[in-house]
């Protein structure tokens, strides 16, 4: 990654000054619009509810402003490893939030990081443009499609003020990739997926961004992320509304915290699981910062925050990441399967809640909601017309938030590549590994949460359904980008030869 960075410094610079102007000047003209137009607010109050659309904007419904918007991704954060789902690692602010709040019954996310926070994002199944597959390597040069609307956009041209904190894993090899040039007014963390939590660096090369520049910074990063949270609510001009992603970079690994925090857990021996505890608690406590400086503005209480993690707890170091791991991973995903890099529940069904005072109805949100479903939900609240994004997967989930009514959707799409899929219709999953040897099993999540009985022998009828579903959407499927570049570096890459050097030491 920093090797292209460097070697393409100026030129990405120049791109920068282009993309960032036309984007810019697009941005501003569309707010001016919005923000001087009763009749575009009317507009948006009165786009009619459904797939992808919008209901009334709670908000501009009631006259008053619309909320800011501060929405938290853990990485890698097990489903039961929150105070509230009973855990020993303790986290009192999010506690807090899912008390007064409203908590996820089964919100999902994609298997694994990029692709979640691609879907995130577009409101779409990364399937639609090719991110569906594994994340984004550290020697990737593809990125998010730049066709796609992303929510940074839309919200920037309702006239949010747009920042992204901490984690990006979206494309860092081309600088139109980079989140300032996708709808986010200022930018501070990382571009790719995994960082030494104290260096900031990926394989020894530092990945540590203000803005469109390297940044040398010393600390914990997750600290770090939780004080330029804090300095985004100090200094934000209330004149208009926020919209904060804070995107944590833990409980990844490496598995690393200050000493302070893993003092806190002297208790646990051990290490992975204390480390990863501590890490937790940075979170935690981050959160916590983050929910006293909005008090401190006056504006907590016209606050919406959305928090979940972006894919399950690692239970296989097959998908712990780059860093060397040893001795036993300590995620715990409950009662579910399997975990992170998986398509059974414990891979895709992530803790999650969200909070707004008198806004949201304490208490749970039944029925199934996928990550994708954020994208027309936040709109909704945010009174942003979708005029200009692809069409979405994604169903305005408003009311199940605001009145408690469960949510409409009636199918999971966990994923579809050209190696396996999962589809969830109602309550009946099919898991199809389609590349040999290949296995089918079907489960009826009603009686089997944990996916322990395969029932597809009993079920012809109800597999078959779900096979065609799987291949229907296979037929829509973008190839994934990954297997692209795979191919690029395997067949197009300039050949790799010692150092004639050293051949005056073997011999004949």
């Known amino acids: 990654m920093s090797e292209l960075h460097a070697s393409h410094a100026d030129a990405n610079a120049r791109d920068l000054e282009t993309v960032g102007a036309t984007r810019n000047r697009k941005g501003l003209t569309r707010r001016q619009a919005l923000l001087g137009g009763a009749a575009a607010i009317a507009l948006a109050a009165g786009i009619p509810s459904g797939i992808g659309g919008l209901s009334p904007a709670p908000a501009r419904a009631n006259g008053t402003r619309p909320p800011n918007i501060v929405y938290i991704i853990a990485d890698d954060l097990g489903w039961a490893d929150v105070g509230f789902r009973g855990s020993d690692i303790r986290t009192p602010n999010l506690d807090k939030l899912a008390e007064t709040g409203a908590v996820f019954d089964a919100f999902y996310a994609q298997p694994m990081c990029t692709p979640t926070r691609a879907a995130f994002l577009t409101g779409r199944y990364p399937l639609r443009y090719g991110l569906q597959t594994g994340v984004i390597p550290a020697a990737g040069s593809y990125g998010l499609a730049l066709d796609e609307y992303l929510l940074s956009q839309a919200m920037k041209d309702a006239g949010y003020r747009t920042a992204l904190v901490g984690k990006w894993h979206l494309g860092h090899a081309k600088a139109e990739y980079w989140p300032k040039q996708r709808g986010f007014d200022t930018f501070y963390g990382a571009l790719v997926g995994e960082i030494d939590h104290f260096k900031h660096s990926s394989h020894g090369v530092k990945d540590w961004y203000r803005g469109n520049k390297p940044l040398e910074e010393t600390g914990f990063d997750n600290s770090l992320f939780s004080d330029e949270a804090v300095r ?277």
């Open 232 to 508: 985004v609510v100090e200094g934000h001009d209330p004149a208009a509304p926020l919209f904060l992603y804070l995107a944590f970079t833990a409980p990844h690994t490496p598995f690393q915290a200050p000493q302070e925090y893993l003092d806190r857990y002297k208790h646990i021996a051990d290490e992975n699981r204390r480390a990863y505890a501590a890490m937790i608690s940075v979170i935690d406590d981050g959160v916590g910062k983050l929910l006293s400086a909005l008090e401190k503005r006056g504006i907590r209480d016209n606050t919406l925050i959305v928090f979940h993690s972006d894919n399950g707890g690692v239970t296989s170091s097959l998908f712990a990441g780059d860093s060397k791991i040893s001795g036993a991973l300590p995620a715990d995903n409950g009662p579910y399967r399997d975990g992170k890099g998986t398509l059974y529940e414990g891979g895709t069904r992530v803790v999650a809640l969200a909070n707004w005072p008198k806004m949201i109805r304490p208490g749970k949100v039944r029925g199934m909601v996928h990550v994708v479903d954020m994208y027309p939900t936040l709109a909704a609240a945010a009174g942003a017309p979708l005029d200009e994004n692809k069409p979405l997967d994604g169903i305005n989930l408003w009311t199940s938030l605001t009145e408690g009514t469960p949510s409409p959707r009636t199918e999971i799409v966990y994923n579809i590549d050209p190696l396996a899929g999962a589809v969830r219709k109602d309550n009946w999953k099919l898991v199809w590994k389609a590349a040999l040897p290949q296995r089918i099993e079907l489960f009826d999540l009603a009686t089997d949460p944990s996916e322990t009985k395969d029932l597809a022998a009993e079920n012809e009828d109800r597999v078959r359904d779900l096979q065609d579903r799987i291949t229907d959407l296979a037929g829509e499927m973008v190839q994934p980008l990954l297997f692209m570049d795979a191919t690029r570096l395997t067949f197009y890459a300039p050949p790799i030869a010692a150092d004639p050097s050293t051949l005056f030491n073997l011999g004949d």
